[in-house]
């Protein structure tokens, strides 16, 4: 509490405890201290109240982490549609349609007349009616024994032996086909390994080791290299990329996955940090020309030859904070003109334009600086001394620091409404992390440095294989078209 302060609250005690603490020096320096211990309670008191009231609205925490029945009072991104949930009246169904060529016909004779008991067998049907049954084969391995000849020569006696195809090289081995279902299991269905021959076992009526499951991901990782340097190459050239980072845990060590994606690809990157020296070693910041969509995290604006575009979403959540727990207007009013703006890109967007007219855009620019400029009114100058008589600049509340941002960063927060392949949020690249917290939920952490790096060169192969036409197991199997994609997995 400043000298100021503690005049003011004793100013407003009674005159006659004022004269005792002016005679009693020592009752003064107690009451003063008791100010500031309440002071510095009260302080605690509401920090402690804030921490309570973030959720997922106002915070970066999980919506899972969400008590019952949140109260949204500023801002809700999904407007309702006033729809009720489920198929809506004349969208395409997903209905099981029969096929003109089954694979099996049963013929269910008639041979006996249902109304008088006469023979029909041996009278022409006049009409069948057909119903159709879908089902599944039993599952089994199928054994193909190879057998290369061996002939002697019968001029020089020589010893000739036929060649066995590519890839057979052990007397008992496992085709290529069952290793890329135990990876797709494990990559992108996410079960750990130990169910992974479970389900060999349960299902195929055989076993799969994990050695032999993890050999297979050791493969697939290795002739991935080279698509790994072509879906680098292909980002750097994308007018925006989005970037996150996200915590992971290796060997029971947090270490951080990096990511970069556009609408086309996906790159993950775990390192042990998480500022610029994994920026620099993940490659795709430092050569970057583009817009990079990130979050505030600081070492992303350290890279000046890109432009930079921030995540409104998180600027929507604090402004809701601000406005929630500190109670300043100005961020009600700063979330409400974010999302008209962003409501007025939409439809722009919708109706075929390229860009918003001139006019419009200085509009929204100077009524976003006039929300900031009359906030500013509401604050003490930064040169304030600190509380007490130690010397220094006071440290600001979190309105303050967010007020500061959106001013010195008036050019990325609006990118968006500049040039419309700048998204309003950074949701793209935080719906890609999601999966790997799935992934550690499920499996735990990643055992090794090897495991951590093959599900982040791998996983991504499934939406690839689904633009062949192969679906997503199809990515790892030998049948899908090398001139479309390069195959993974090569035994």
């Excluded at 302060?5 to 008791?34: F, G, N, S, W």
């Excluded at 599900?455 to 030998?478: K, V």
């Amino acid at each position: 509490m400043n000298d100021n302060e503690l005049a003011r609250k004793i100013a407003e005690l009674p005159v006659e405890t004022q004269r005792l603490l002016y005679e009693h020096p020592a009752l003064r320096q107690l009451l003063e201290e008791l100010f500031g211990l309440i002071d510095e309670l009260q302080r605690e008191v509401k920090r402690l109240q804030d921490l309570l009231k973030l959720n997922s609205h106002n915070s970066s925490k999980p919506p899972s982490s969400d008590q019952p029945r949140v109260k949204r009072e500023v801002v809700n991104l999904r407007n309702s549609t006033g729809r009720k949930p489920g198929g809506q009246m004349g969208h395409p169904g997903t209905t099981l349609q029969a096929v003109s060529n089954p694979d099996n016909v049963v013929r269910h004779k008639v041979n006996v007349c249902s109304h008088c008991g006469e023979d029909l067998s041996s009278v022409e049907a006049t009409d069948v009616e057909k119903r159709q049954e879908f089902d599944i084969p039993p599952i089994k391995f199928v054994v193909t024994e190879h057998q290369a000849e061996v002939k002697v020569c019968p001029e020089c006696h020589a010893q000739s032996k036929g060649d066995f195809p590519e890839g057979i090289t052990q007397p008992v081995q496992y085709a290529e086909r069952p290793k890329s279902l135990a990876v797709y299991l494990n990559q992108y269905q996410l079960i750990p390994y130990e169910r992974v021959t479970e389900i060999f076992e349960d299902v195929l009526g055989g076993s799969i080791s994990q050695g032999t499951l993890l050999n297979a991901l050791e493969t697939s990782y290795n002739n991935l290299a080279s698509t790994e340097e072509r879906i680098k190459v292909d980002i750097l050239n994308s007018p925006t990329v989005h970037f996150d980072d996200t915590g992971l845990y290796r060997g029971g060590q947090r270490i951080w996955l990096h990511t970069a994606s556009t609408e086309e690809h996906t790159y993950y990157f775990p390192h042990e940090r998480r500022g610029r020296e994994a920026l620099d070693a993940a490659g795709i910041l430092p050569e970057y020309k583009g817009v990079a969509v990130h979050d505030h995290f600081e070492p992303y604006n350290s890279y000046e030859d890109c432009s930079h575009a921030f995540c409104n979403v998180h600027h929507l959540r604090e402004l809701t904070r601000a406005y929630e727990q500190d109670g300043v207007d100005w961020a009600k009013e700063m979330a409400d003109l974010l999302m008209e703006i962003k409501g007025v890109v939409d439809e722009a967007k919708d109706s075929g334009k390229q860009a918003l007219e001139p006019s419009l855009v200085n509009f929204y620019h100077q009524r976003y600086q006039g929300i900031l400029s009359e906030a500013l009114k509401g604050y003490p100058p930064n040169g304030d001394v600190g509380e007490g008589r130690r010397r220094g600049r006071k440290k600001q509340s979190k309105d303050k620091d967010l007020l500061d941002r959106l001013i010195k960063y008036k050019a990325g927060t609006l990118r968006f409404m500049e040039d419309f392949q700048v998204p309003f949020d950074n949701n793209l690249v935080e719906r890609d992390q999601r999966m790997v917290k799935v992934k550690q939920k499920i499996s735990g952490c990643f055992r090794s440095e090897n495991g951590a790096d093959y599900f982040c060169r791998i996983r991504w192969i499934y939406l690839h294989g689904q633009e062949a036409g192969e679906g997503r197991f199809g990515a790892f199997a030998q049948d899908i078209p090398t001139s479309q994609w390069e195959r993974p997995f090569v035994v």
